[in-house]
Antibody, heavy 117, light 107 residues
Framework: EVQLVESGGGLVQPGRSLKLSCAASGFTFSNYGMAWVCQAPTKGLEWVASISTGGGNTYYRDSVKGRFTISRDNAKNTLYLQMDSLRSEDTATYYC??????????WGQGASVTVSS | DVQMTQSPYNLAASPGESVSINCKASKSISKYLAWYQQKPGKANKLLIYDGSTLQSGIPSRFSGSGSGTDFTLTIRSLEPEDFGLYYCQQHNEYPFTFGSGTKLEIK
């Protein structure tokens, strides 16, 4: 069974950093692209970033470019999202998703991030 | 960026009925549209991709159609477990973009 489990969420002050992790199991992690998708309270889904199978290619939405870094450790079957210079508008639930050609075919339950002083 | 306009925002129906949800892209995305279901306490679920391809394990009462800019998700013979939020997403190009969602409620 495919499982994606996010961790590392919490309350953080504006301007500070937070690093999310996503532990993957039940499939060959290194064979799949991975993504982070967020959902602000009472809002819809927004794609945040994607990473290729080997980690050599990364893609970001404009609002997080230069502040967020997606990475992966295929030996540990783990996806990461380093979030720096956090803003109040980054407050959201962040979902880890497995993706193939842009289709998110497996999702985690999400990690909640609140940016507030 | 490709804007995805989803309608209706809310939809109320009874078990056994059929419903349709529409998604319009701001430019052609060929066939590259996916549909997802979101329910509280459960992981988001992929229903349809490439416009009309049913994801493995998804009941055949779900179907997708369309290409270019106009797409439709149809659910026939609604079951109680089908009520929830539905999102479309274009997977043709970065940045991937989602529709604003449709809440399917029990009438």
């Amino acid at each position: 069974e495919v499982q994606l489990v996010e961790s590392g969420g919490g309350l953080v002050q504006p301007g500070r950093s937070l690093k999310l992790s996503c532990a993957a199991s039940g499939f060959t992690f290194s064979n799949y692209g991975m993504a982070w998708v967020c959902q602000a309270p009472t809002k819809g889904l927004e794609w945040v970033a994607s990473i290729s199978t080997g980690g050599g290619n990364t893609y970001y939405r404009d609002s997080v470019k230069g502040r967020f870094t997606i990475s992966r450790d295929n030996a540990k079957n783990t996806l990461y999202l380093q979030m720096d210079s956090l803003r109040s508008e980054d407050t959201a639930t962040y979902y880890c998703a497995r993706h193939l050609k842009g289709v998110m075919d497996a999702w985690g339950q999400g990690a909640s991030v609140t940016v507030s002083s | 960026d490709v804007q995805m306009t989803q309608s209706p925002y809310n939809l109320a129906a009874s078990p056994g009925e059929s419903v349709s949800i529409n998604c319009k892209a701001s430019k052609s995305i060929s066939k590259y549209l996916a549909w997802y279901q979101q329910k509280p306490g459960k992981a988001n679920k992929l229903l349809i991709y490439d416009g009309s391809t049913l994801q493995s394990g998804i009941p055949s009462r779900f179907s997708g159609s369309g290409s270019g800019t106009d797409f439709t998700l149809t659910i026939r013979s609604l079951e109680p477990e089908d009520f929830g939020l539905y999102y479309c997403q274009q997977h043709n190009e970065y940045p991937f973009t989602f529709g604003s969602g449709t809440k399917l409620e029990i009438k």
